[in-house]
């Protein structure tokens, strides 16, 4: 079966491997797939998407403009397997347009690929709730490419997970992965993450001092997060937290508030939420 480079496949309605995939598949913490929604992007002979289910996962997307997308499509129908195939380009205006929110996405070894590498990144921030798993180009300048997701994205914890590939098999070798994970306040609530967005004048609720402003500005990471807001813009929104008549900012948002007050940012965009329910004494 004409399924890309790996030798995981289905075969007369069976399962089988691991092959190729092998170290990659080890590196992966399922635990973080289950119960969440799955998004593999060039996803090949889509044995991502298809493990992510298997491991738990409550939806399962693979995307790929590849013409071996029906034979997919036709063995995961006959094991009754509930993994949704596309065949499309995901650079597509169409894809990019239709294409809902996930919370986990893959993104292996396809960033060289792309027209537009800068905007596909982009959009991969606004489309990933929780975690994107990126995975470098065989034979390309893996930290160059580690760099643009910092420069293009806004995640906050980014970890080298380790080599992946398989020497010696046909068209493999080694690439790099990571693991990029949003660790705000956001998103460890499920009841923050329907909440609507407005548009606050920057004065409207209670943040952090212009002298701890200053302070931060002599984090290194603050100016690469005043760069990445500068390019992108604001790729999430901040949170505040009503009490009273009064609206507070967690704590995690001041860096954001400064930069976006730096920036030249009258009215900034809210989820307004509910407060936690040990409040500072402040408040």
Not at 66 to 82: A, C, F, K, M
Request: aromatic share 10%.
């Amino acid at each position: 079966m004409p399924f890309s480079n790996y030798t995981k496949h289905f075969e007369k309605g069976s399962w089988v491997g691991p092959g190729g995939g092998t170290k990659r598949f080890k590196m992966i913490d399922w635990s973080l797939i289950k119960g969440q929604s799955v998004l593999d992007l060039g996803c090949a002979n889509g044995m991502l998407a298809i493990e992510s289910k298997i491991q738990g996962a409550k939806k399962a997307l693979g995307v790929d403009k590849g013409d071996w997308i029906p034979s997919v499509r036709q063995s995961v129908r006959e094991v009754n397997l509930d993994v949704e195939f596309w065949q499309v380009d995901i650079e597509s205006r169409e894809f990019k347009r239709y294409c809902p929110v996930f919370d986990v996405v893959f993104f292996c070894a396809m960033l060289s690929h792309m027209r537009d590498g800068p905007e596909m990144l982009r959009w991969i921030d606004n489309h990933t709730k929780k975690l994107l798993y990126f995975v470098s180009n065989l034979g390309e300048n893996n930290k160059a490419q580690l760099e643009s997701v910092k420069k293009y994205t806004s995640f906050d914890a980014i970890k080298f997970i380790g080599q992946t590939g398989e020497e010696g098999l046909p068209n493999e070798g080694t690439r790099y992965m990571w693991s990029c994970q949003r660790t705000g306040k956001e998103n460890q609530f499920e009841s923050w993450r329907d909440a609507p967005v407005t548009f606050l004048p920057a004065d409207e609720v209670k943040r952090v001092s212009s002298e701890v402003c200053e302070k931060l500005w002599l984090s290194e990471r603050t100016l690469e997060l005043k760069e990445n807001i500068r390019i992108n813009g604001l790729t999430s929104p901040l949170t505040c937290h009503k009490v009273g008549e009064h609206l507070y900012l967690p704590r995690e948002g001041g860096k954001r508030c400064c930069i976006l007050q730096a920036l030249g940012y009258k009215d900034f965009p809210y989820k307004i939420v509910p407060p936690p329910p040990d409040p500072p004494p402040s408040w």
